[in-house]
């Protein structure tokens, strides 16, 4: 390729991604989703009513989930393997444990974490109650990146959560005592305006190939 063109090219490759963010992504984050202070977990056991819908998972993250931008967020309940009656609590609305599944929880949130809890009921008549809110109780839910599912589609995230006996610090940390799925859905923001050094890079590039293409005419 002749030199000058060459030249020429490089100064518009290097003005297109001089505005560019480059996004790296590891298996805590997806999509628009992250775990933020992740731990990998390893577990077994996993099965009930939610191993129907995605499969006995075996490995996950404790930590927080957070929004890394604004955006509409879904949760899905895909099953249970409790015999109590827990709740999935956002937005001042629930999720219940039942026989049926798929209910759907949505609702437009900001960039953080996400305002979410789970309610263990336990003891006699399930009337000791404890819930656990996202990130304030490391290992009591675990967070599975990527999970698909025939019946619901695809998850950024599965949550599984780990209910507790009244007296019991751990639980049995199968992670499937009630189990959501979470979707993210980011807020459409437009395109930034490069910058004017990005404007002046870019036109001292396309004048170089003008230049060039002339001088090969």
């Known amino acids: 390729m002749n030199r000058h063109l060459l030249t020429a ?8 991604s001089a ?3 480059p996004a790296v992504l590891d298996s805590t984050t997806q999509g628009s989703l992250s775990i933020g202070n992740a731990t990998a977990v390893s577990f077994s056991g996993y099965d009930g009513s939610a191993s129907v819908n995605t499969g006995t998972l075996s490995q996950g993250y404790t930590g927080t989930l957070n929004a890394l ?18 709740v999935f609590n ?12 798929g209910g759907t929880l949505s609702a437009h949130i900001d960039a953080g974490a996400v305002n979410f809890s789970f309610t263990n009921h336990g003891g006699l008549f399930g009337l000791q109650a404890s819930t656990y809110a996202n990130g304030s109780s490391i290992g009591s839910m675990a967070f599975m990146p990527a999970v698909s599912t025939a019946k619901y589609g695809n998850f950024d995230f599965v949550i599984g959560f780990n209910d507790k006996r009244p007296g019991s610090s751990v639980g049995d940390r199968d992670f499937d005592d009630f189990v959501v799925g979470v979707k993210f859905t980011p807020k459409f923001t437009p395109p930034a ?6 404007w002046a890079l870019m036109a001292l590039g396309l004048a170089a190939v003008a230049a060039v293409s002339r001088r090969r005419a």
């Open 193 to 198: 305006i490069p910058e004017p050094g990005t």
């Open 19 to 21: 505005h560019a963010t």
């Open 9 to 16: 090219l490089t100064l518009c490759c290097a003005a297109a």
């Open 69 to 86: 931008t604004a955006g509409t967020i879904s949760f899905t309940y895909l099953g249970h393997e409790s015999a109590y009656s827990n």
């Open 90 to 101: 956002f937005n001042g609305q629930h999720l219940y444990q039942g026989l049926v599944t």
